[in-house]
Each structure stands twice: as C-alpha cells, then as structure tokens.
C-alpha cells in the first residue's frame, strides 16, 4: 500500500553545530510567542527562522516573511550549515521520555518511541494509503504553501503510526543503535533525541517492504500533508508527475512497540448561546451518572491541586467507562461517566461506526459538542465557541479567569485497535473525521493533537531533514 523510499535529505552539519539544542525546536504550530522569541535569538541558523520567521505570531503573514525563509535558506546552504547526505539514507528518530503526571508510571521509568524517518509517496486519502483523523481549516494549508513554495522545501515531518507486530524495524535497529548518533540532544522538557542514518540498502528494502501492504495513520500534521498535496498537483500542472514533489516526509512509529503515549486535548467552552448550556447541564445528568469533585479555588495553588487529583481519577479509569469532566470554576467538578447509551445513540452516536464510538473523543464531540449543545459545523470547527488546551491545568486556570465557559476534559486515549495492520481495519477509514483543531493565529495552525504525543518529534529534525524536495 504505502511507498517509502530513501532520499538524499538536507540536514544541518552536527560538527559546525556543536550544540543540536540551538537550533532545533518543536514543530511550529505548538510554539508561542515568548518560545519563538527565545528559539530566534538563541541561534542565527535556529530552524524557527524558517518555519516562523523574526516577526510575532500575530504579525499578519506577508510575501517579504516567506522571500526571508527562501534568502536564509539559500545563504545556509551555501555556507555549509546545512549539508546534504551523500547517498539516500533513511533515519532512525529515537526519543526517551518521563510521561507528564497522571499519566501513571512506575517512579522513575522512562518510555522510549522510535520512528523510521523517510520520503512516503503522496496519496489521495480516498486510496486509503495514508487516512486522516481529523479535518483542516483553510488558513494553516495557505501559509505552508506560501512557505513551500517559495522555498520549494518542506521542513516538518508529517507524524504517521501503523500497526506490526512482528515488530521489523526495532529488530533492525538494535544493531544501528549501538553505534555511535548522527544527533543526540536534550531539550527543554528533559525528552532525549537521537538520530541514525540507515544507510545499508538491504536494511532499506526490508524496512520498505515491511510499510508496503500497511495503511499509515496520520497522528499529526494533517494540514502539512493537504499542502504537499496541493503543492504536489501545482508541480504536476508545470513538470508533470515525476519529481520530488510525489513525496513527503514522514516520520512513522509502530504503535505495536510501545513507547506511544497519547495525551488528551482538553475542549474549552466559550460564549455559549444561552440555548446550548441550559442543554449541557439538563441532558449530562441523564445521559452519564454524576460525581462531584472537590476543588479548592481559593488559590492558583490550591485549584492546580484539585485538578491535579481530578486529572489523576480520570487517568485511573478503565477505556470503556468512557469518563469525561467538567469544571466551570467554583469548589467543585463534576466527574462523568457514560451510563445511557441509548440516548446517547439519539443524540447521533449512532451515525458513528461500531468501532468508532469506542473513542472517546469522537464521543465528546458527537454526544457532547454536536449532539447535546447543537455546536456542529462552523460553530464548533472555526473555535468561536470551542477552544482546545493541551495541559489539563492551563484550561482550568483559563476557566478560573473567565477564559472559557468551562472545560470539557477527556480520558487519556488508548492506542490499540485503532491503526490497522495488513489487510486489518483502521477506524479513520471509515470516513469520520474529527474536528479541526483551532489556530494560535490566523494563518498558522495549532493542532491539539499535535502536542497530544508526549516527546512529540522535534521539527528542529524536521529541519534537518529539509527535504530532498529542495531542487
């Protein structure tokens, strides 16, 4: 099903640039304001300056900030920063991490995820090659294409999972793995980065062969992909189909080694119609049993303790409980957990596949956001009156300074049984995807999801992997 092939990438020279840590950085849609201030000026070859730019995020985009990107890129190259493999190599991304509390773990034990980096061949998503989860918005695809236009790279890999379980690529790692990293850094947040190359063409073909008959899910990077796509059918339309841009980067975990950990994207209600909270509030307590949650709001630090405890609670509950939260400021949240479901199925549950209303997040949004409070569509896609927020405590602070009517937070999502395997099922290609997530600023995309993965790849590799697309 799915084409992966080597390619002689653009990568920043790790002997010029002593220290990884300075220059690369975390795919651009989950960086702020005062980070990407901080990733500009701490190093004049920072991967930032060519994903962001110098200017603010609220900084209406401009053709001059895309014409700077292309210029620094140029000048890179040219100076040596940036160096191109001499043969096609695939990678080894290997990432060694503490989960975030609750997640619960053994004290003091990391998880390690590895990803085989490499070019995927575009594919319509009809095909059911490369399946989406989610929807886009049409701001976020515009500035990466004015981006990889003038360019003409791409710099962030598109982040897939499948399923395989004789578990191939971690087998042939074990002997890359023992010598010595192409890149090893530590970053801010204590996640660990290695990176090989794979460079024997034996190994590349076994590692091939293994993706061939498997359908890769995209975790991340949805708008990323829909503009290699559309870059992709620009560059057919001038040189026709055979060049570079029949790819994208991507890198591809296997959800059947462990080492995933998926973290919830909490769901902020914000100036809701009078109409759709009167709903929220008389249909919750008939459709899920109710258990309030004290939480002391007399200070930051005594709110952050109870939400700390009601987030600990939802991490202990079982997958099919289907648990979900809601606190809209005050002494206490109410902890929900699904006990009707033939309601549920009239609140247009039962328009979701089988397999599907098993997530929990498809639950929230179909149950909760569309079904009970009537968000559907522009209302609920465009975030006027649903906001997301990755850390369980910032919503609550958000709530607590009247940043949001109240949020809605999920349980930790499972991985298993959702990415299918040869001939197997995956649950996005059954056509239902989940919302769009909102925007830091217009033009430049912040998908929850993304930062949902703990230790999620750092784009500094996306740009040390600037494509081979670069012609």
């Known amino acids: 099903m799915a084409t992966i092939i080597p390619w002689r990438a653009w990568r920043y020279d790790f002997e010029r640039v002593n220290d990884p840590a300075l220059v690369l950085a975390p795919p651009y849609d989950v960086i702020s304001e005062p980070e990407r201030e901080q990733f500009v000026s701490r190093h004049p070859h920072s991967i930032v300056r060519l994903t962001l730019g110098v200017d603010p995020l609220d900084t209406p985009p401009s053709r001059s900030r895309y014409e700077l990107a292309a210029a620094d890129l140029r000048e890179w ?20 991490y503490r989960p975030p509390s609750p997640v619960a773990q053994p004290e003091g034990q990391t998880l390690r995820q590895l990803a085989l980096i490499g070019l995927v061949k575009l594919e319509e998503y009809e095909k059911r090659v490369v399946l989406p989860h989610e929807g886009t918005l049409s701001a976020p695809k515009a500035d990466r294409l004015r981006l990889m236009e003038a360019t003409r790279c791409s710099f962030s890999q598109v982040m897939g999972l499948y399923s395989e379980p004789e578990l191939t690529l971690e087998t042939l790692a074990s002997s890359v793995r023992a010598t010595s990293p192409l890149m090893a850094m530590t970053d801010a947040q204590g996640v660990q980065h290695r990176l090989w190359t ?30 290699a796509l559309r870059y992709r059918d620009e560059q057919r339309a001038v040189h026709g189909a055979n060049g570079p841009w029949e790819y994208v980067s991507m890198a591809l975990y296997n959800v059947d080694a462990g080492g995933l950990t998926i973290l919830p994207s909490h769901r902020l209600l914000r100036e809701l119609p009078l109409e ?44 099919d409980q289907h648990t979900f939260a809601l606190y809209a400021g005050g002494n206490y949240a109410l902890l929900l957990h699904l006990r009707d479901w033939d309601r549920a199925l009239a609140h247009g549950v039962d328009s979701l596949p089988p397999a599907t209303r098993e997530l929990d997040v498809a639950l929230l949004h179909k149950l ?85 993965v703990a230790g999620a790849h750092a784009a500094g590799l996306a740009g040390t992997h600037i494509e081979g697309k670069c012609y």
């Open 77 to 96: 190259r040219r100076e040596g920063v940036l160096v191109q493999e001499e043969q096609p190599v695939f990678y080894l991304y290997e990432q060694e």
């Open 198 to 227: 794979v460079a024997d063409t034996a190994t590349q073909e076994k590692l091939a062969a293994m993706l061939a008959d498997r359908p890769i899910v995209i975790a991340d990077g949805h708008h990323r992909y829909d503009t």
């Open 276 to 319: 759709a909270e009167a709903r929220l509030w008389r249909d919750v307590m008939e459709i899920f049993d109710t258990e309030r949650v004290p939480v002391d709001s007399s200070s930051d630090e005594a709110r952050a303790a109870g939400i700390h405890a009601l987030l600990g609670r939802m991490a202990q509950a079982e997958p």
């Open 368 to 452: 909760l956001i569309e079904g009970v409070m009537g968000l559907s569509g522009d209302l609920a896609a465009t975030g006027a009156n649903v906001g997301f927020s990755r850390d369980g405590h910032d919503a609550a602070n958000r709530v607590g300074g009247r940043g949001g009517d109240g949020p809605v937070r999920q349980h930790h999502p499972r991985l298993a049984g959702h990415v299918g395997g040869p001939g197997g099922r995956a649950d996005a290609p059954e056509g239902h995807l989940l919302l769009p997530q909102d925007s830091r600023r217009p033009g430049v995309a912040r998908p929850a999801a993304r930062g949902g």
